[in-house]
Antibody, heavy 119, light 112 residues
Framework: EVQLVESGGGLVQPGGSLRLSCAASGFTFSDYYMDWVRQAPGKGLEWIGRIRNKANNHIAEYAASVRGRFTISRDDSKRTLYLQMNSLNSEDTAVYFC??????????WGQGTLVTVSS | DVVMTQSPLSLPVTLGQPASISCRSSQSVVHRDGNTYLSWFQQRPGQSPRRLIYWVSKRDSGVPDRFSGSGSGTDFTLKISKVEAEDVGVYYCMQGINWPYTFGQGTKLEIK
């Protein structure tokens, strides 16, 4: 069974940093592109970043809203995806989901982890 | 960015009746590989999103056949043949051809 489990969310002050993790199981993690999607409270879905697989050099791409502040990485040996978030502001408050990218969209999603940016 | 526009944004439906959601993209979402990268997601209250449809009309494993997708180019539709109580939630279309991927605003389906 494909499983994605996010962790690392919590309360952080404006300007602070946080690192999220996503542990994958049930599939060959190294074969897939992996993405991060977020959802602000009561709002819709926003795709914020993607990291390609090893065959495509682990290239990461970002939405304009997070480019330069967020960094996506992965450790295929640990089957884990990461999201390093710096210079956080209130607009980054959201539930963050990791997803497995298949046929151009997420066919598997984690349960999400809540990040709250507040003083 | 490619803008995805859904309608309606609110959809009250009687149990057992059909439902239809429209999605329009600001640019073509047809890839040079010939596939059209348009997906549909369902998000039930308090749950993570779940993909229902990819490549316009391909149902994901385990998705009931009352869900169907159609369309081409820039205009797409998700249809539910007979709405059941478990279909309550928000439905999103999404394009996966131009980075960043973008979602529609969401359509909230509720039972009348």
């Amino acid at each position: 069974e494909v499983q994605l489990v996010e962790s690392g969310g919590g309360l952080v002050q404006p300007g602070g940093s946080l690192r999220l993790s996503c542990a994958a199981s049930g599939f060959t993690f190294s074969d897939y592109y992996m993405d991060w999607v977020r959802q602000a409270p009561g709002k819709g879905l926003e795709w914020i970043g993607r990291i390609r697989n090893k065959a495509n050099n682990h290239i990461a791409e970002y939405a304009a809203s997070v480019r330069g502040r967020f960094t996506i990485s992965r450790d295929d040996s640990k089957r884990t995806l990461y999201l390093q978030m710096n210079s956080l502001n209130s607009e980054d408050t959201a539930v963050y989901f990791c997803t497995r990218d298949s046929y151009g969209s997420g066919d598997a999603w984690g349960q999400g982890t809540l990040v709250t940016v507040s003083s | 960015d490619v803008v995805m526009t859904q309608s309606p944004l609110s959809l009250p439906v009687t149990l057992g009746q059909p439902a239809s959601i429209s999605c329009r993209s600001s640019q073509s979402v047809v890839h040079r590989d010939g596939n059209t990268y348009l997906s549909w997601f369902q998000q039930r209250p308090g749950q993570s999103p779940r993909r229902l449809i990819y490549w316009v009309s391909k149902r994901d494993s385990g998705v009931p056949d009352r869900f169907s997708g159609s369309g081409s180019g820039t205009d797409f539709t998700l249809k539910i043949s007979k709405v059941e109580a478990e279909d309550v939630g928000v439905y999103y279309c999404m394009q996966g051809i131009n980075w960043p991927y973008t979602f529609g605003q969401g359509t909230k389906l509720e039972i009348k």
